[in-house]
C-alpha cells in the first residue's frame, strides 16, 4: 500500500522554459576532449544564430584545438545566485558538433557583427587577431533540468522530445 504522504512529497515536473535559461546568460560553459583523451572545462561568450551557437575564441586557449575535433558539450546554467536549491539548478547541457567558419565568409562577418552587439568593443579587437576564431556549436541532443523529477530529452531544435520521468530515479 502507497503512503498518502509519499505520495504528495513526490516531485512534479515544472514546465520547461529552455529559451528563457538560454537567453539569461551570456557565456556558454564548455567540456571538450583532447586528443589524448583528456578533458577539459572552459566558457566562452556566446551568440545564438537560429539554434546554434558562435563563440569567438583564442588558439592561446587550451579548449580551442579541442573543439576543433568536432565535438563538444556545452552547458547553460542558472546563476547560482539566483537559485532556491543548489543541487536542482535550472541547466540545459546541449551534445553539439563544432565546426570552424572561415574568416572570409559572410557568415563570420555577419556573426562577428552580433558579437559586437552583445558583448561590446573588445569583439572588434579580438576578432581582427589572427589566433581567434570563430566556432560554430550546433546542437545534435541534449538534457534540460528544472527542478527534482522535472528533467527532459531535447532535441536538436532544442525542443523538448520527452519528460525522463523515473528513468535512473529509483528508491528503495
Known sequence: MTNHTETNRQARPIAP????????TKSII?????SDGNPTASYAP?????NDFYILVSFM???TKNL??????????????????VYARERLTLDTITEQIDRNSATWNEVVS????THGKVVEMI????DFILIKLK?????????FGSAYFVDENLEITQHRNDVNHQTK
Not at 522554459?17 to 539569461?24: A, C, M, Q, Y
Open 17 to 24: 522554459k529552455v529559451n528563457e535559461l538560454i537567453s539569461s
Open 30 to 34: 564548455l567540456g571538450t576532449i583532447d
Open 46 to 50: 556566446y551568440v545564438r544564430v537560429g
Open 61 to 63: 586557449a587550451r579548449h
Open 68 to 85: 576543433l575535433n568536432g565535438k563538444a558539450s556545452a552547458l547553460f546554467i542558472e546563476d547560482e545566485s539566483t537559485t532556491k536549491q
Open 114 to 117: 552580433q558579437l559586437k552587439n
Open 127 to 130: 576578432s581582427e587577431m589572427q
Open 139 to 147: 546542437p545534435t541532443k541534449g538534457s534540460y533540468v528544472n527542478g
